[in-house]
């Protein structure tokens, strides 16, 4: 980075409910100005906001919501400012989850339901490959055999775009498959987010988090 160029301005998010000193080291690895906080204007001014998530849907909605975070959320997208989202952080932007037969109600940014993934074995943990969508940004530049980290049991395994407004360009979608297919990463104008960690995702986590931070 040269002399000319101002570090962007990256917050993540602390609620509670992420792994938010990863997420800070893996973000400053990658030239972002981090910041950890909750504070309402900081989340609001800064350049890009990274949401993360661990932990069952519910848990982190209410989490989320006694934070402001849905607010703050809403009020950034509203005005087109970037938000992205990690593994639970990329759930609560779907209409809904349903765990262990509760229905609890997302942000309801995409169409979809988060439920139980159909696998041999669950939790999905470790290295998987993705169907990046075409004409990905946020997959730029990686392969189509890079490998990212996944740790989840839950996930949206259908997309229905049939529900999404015609009027506007649709989201790309890439799929991963453990078991069946299931919905890995969204990209949708100022909304992005990942299933997997890609600050647990090594060189390729940091390419994928670099091509963000470039488009803010």
């Keep these: 980075m040269s ?24 973000l ?9 906080t909750r504070d309402f204007d900081r989340a609001m001014n800064a350049d ?20 402001r975070g849905d607010w703050v959320i809403g009020r950034r997208l509203s005005g087109g400012r970037p938000v992205m989202g990690i593994c639970v952080g990329m759930q609560i932007l779907f209409e ?14 995409w169409p979809g339901t988060v439920e139980p993934l159909e696998a041999p ?13 075409a004409d990905s940004e946020l997959f730029a530049g990686l392969d189509a055999d890079a490998r990212y980290y996944f740790v989840h049991s839950y996930g949206v395994r259908e997309w ?34 990942t299933q997997f960690h890609p600050e ?3 060189d390729a986590g940091a390419q994928l988090l670099t091509n963000w931070i470039g488009t803010l």
């Design 160 to 193: 229905n775009l049939e529900l999404h407004n015609p009027r506007i360009s649709p989201p790309k979608v890439t799929w991963a498959t453990h078991g069946e297919p299931f919905v890995a990463a969204v990209e949708n104008g100022a909304l992005w987010a």
């Design 121 to 133: 074995v669950v939790p999905h943990m470790g290295w998987n490959t993705v169907d990046a969508a």
């Design 200 to 202: 647990k995702s090594g």
């Design 48 to 67: 890009g906001l990274l949401v993360p998530g661990v932990g069952a849907f519910s848990a982190c909605m209410q989490g989320l919501k006694q934070a």
């Design 96 to 109: 809904k989850g349903i765990e262990h037969g509760v229905e609890t109600e997302g942000l309801d940014e």
């Design 28 to 36: 400053a690895r990658v030239g972002a100005d981090v910041e950890i």
């Design 3 to 26: 002399a000319a160029q101002t570090a962007k301005k990256v917050v993540v998010f602390d609620y509670g409910f992420g792994n938010v000193r990863s997420a800070e080291r893996a």
